[in-house]
Nanobody
Framework: QVHLVQSGGGSVQAGGSLRLSCKISGATSIRYCMAWFRQVPGKEREGVASIDNDGTTSYVDSVKGRFTISQDKTKNILYLQMNNLKPEDTAMYYC?????????????????????WGQGTQVTVSS
């Protein structure tokens, strides 16, 4: 059974940094795509960044140059390093994973392409 357990997040002032982690267990294939999404109340879930088993990454335009997605394959942990945070980055952040035949989108991940989700962690950026 696949489980994604998130940690990290919290509150920070604009310009600050945070790192999110997502521990993944029960992977069903060596082929996979993992991603970070975010959502604010009343809005659709937005793809932030993705990375596949080859290490290919994609980012939504609004975070390019500020956020970095990475993975530690030995520990099965997905990371999202967020630098130069802005108030508009405030949201609930979710990690997600898909195994086997996945869809990789250069413009950033889409929620419907992922079957497995973390529990979410709040990121709040104050001005």
């Amino acid at each position: 059974q696949v489980h994604l357990v998130q940690s990290g997040g919290g509150s920070v002032q604009a310009g600050g940094s945070l790192r999110l982690s997502c521990k993944i267990s029960g992977a069903t294939s060596i082929r996979y795509c993992m991603a970070w999404f975010r959502q604010v109340p009343g809005k659709e879930r937005e793809g932030v960044a993705s990375i596949d088993n080859d290490g290919t990454t994609s980012y939504v335009d609004s975070v390019k140059g500020r956020f970095t997605i990475s993975q530690d394959k030995t520990k099965n942990i997905l990371y999202l390093q967020m630098n130069n945070l802005k108030p508009e980055d405030t949201a609930m952040y979710y990690c997600a994973a898909e195994f086997g035949d996945y869809v990789f989108r250069a413009s950033g991940p889409q929620p419907g392409d992922f079957d497995y989700w973390g529990q979410g962690t709040q990121v709040t950026v104050s001005s």
